[in-house]
């Protein structure tokens, strides 16, 4: 399993760039990979907000993570931040086409191929699938966020994601609501030699040796995946030149 979330130091919220420029909501889509499994938006942030982003958080205080892992957890090498901070994940959530893209525009990549005139579902339909994909209606993104950065020799052996209970409460609610994450967010920053993210799919009766799925880092492209007691099994792979840097937070839906 992933390593459970260790203890670190309060930092304060750091002073994010601002989150522009962004592509306009109707350039991008949210891309089937593995259906009720993986998800991708590519081009979710620029590759010019991406390399403001790089840069920023290199000047935030890293910390390595233990080459010698707690008892059943995965080994991981990389360094990390790791802060909270609701108004940054309600940004990331509805100041980006992320919201719309999950909500009332899901699966609408399943349908490119309708003839013209053919009966789209509704954006209503769309959002009641993806309430059943996402497990609940989505609330927004776990404020718990971390910077994780790979340098040459670094990776995160095979493991599961564990789903987590919180009290929910954005930056722009004031009543509080009982909550659980139902699937990881990855955002890669940067393109790196090696470090794929490699899921290994349990073998089915009709599929006894699945091929393994390997996403490379892409700039700007953000991931879903499903995690919890229907996460697959999945690794980072050693990154062999340059650095991979991921921005990680979760989906949460009410409890």
Not at 147 to 167: K, P
Request: hydrophobic content about 35%; proline content about 11%.
């Amino acid at each position: 399993m992933g390593p459970s979330p260790r203890p670190s130091p309060a930092y304060p919220p750091p002073n994010w760039p601002p989150l522009r420029p962004l592509l306009p909501a109707a350039d991008l889509r949210l891309e089937t990979l593995v259906p009720d499994q993986i998800y991708l938006i590519r081009n979710f942030l620029p590759a010019s907000l991406c390399k403001t982003y790089a840069s920023f958080l290199a000047s935030l205080p890293l910390t390595t993570t233990p080459g010698k892992p707690k008892k059943d957890e995965a080994v991981r090498v990389n360094d990390r931040f790791q802060v909270e901070d609701a108004r940054f994940a309600e940004m990331l959530w509805s100041g980006t086409a992320m919201k719309e893209l999950a909500t009332t525009r899901f699966g609408e990549d399943e349908y490119d191929e309708y003839d013209e005139g053919a009966t789209l579902p509704s954006p209503e339909e769309l959002a009641r699938r993806a309430q059943e994909v996402w497990g609940g209606e989505p609330l927004g993104l776990n404020p718990n966020i971390r910077i994780y950065r790979y340098s040459a020799g670094q990776f995160f052996a095979q493991h599961y994601d564990e789903s987590n209970s919180l009290t929910f409460l954005p930056s722009t609610a004031t009543k509080s609501t009982p909550a659980r994450t139902t699937w990881t967010l990855l955002i890669y920053l940067t393109t790196c030699g090696g470090g794929e993210t490699v899921f290994y799919p349990e073998p089915t009766r009709a599929d006894r040796n699945p091929e393994p799925i390997s996403v490379a880092p892409e700039i700007g492209m953000a991931l879903f995946h499903r995690h919890g007691d229907h996460c697959m099994l999945h690794e980072g792979k050693e990154v062999t030149s340059g650095e991979k840097w991921v921005l990680r937070s979760d989906l949460v839906v009410p409890r």
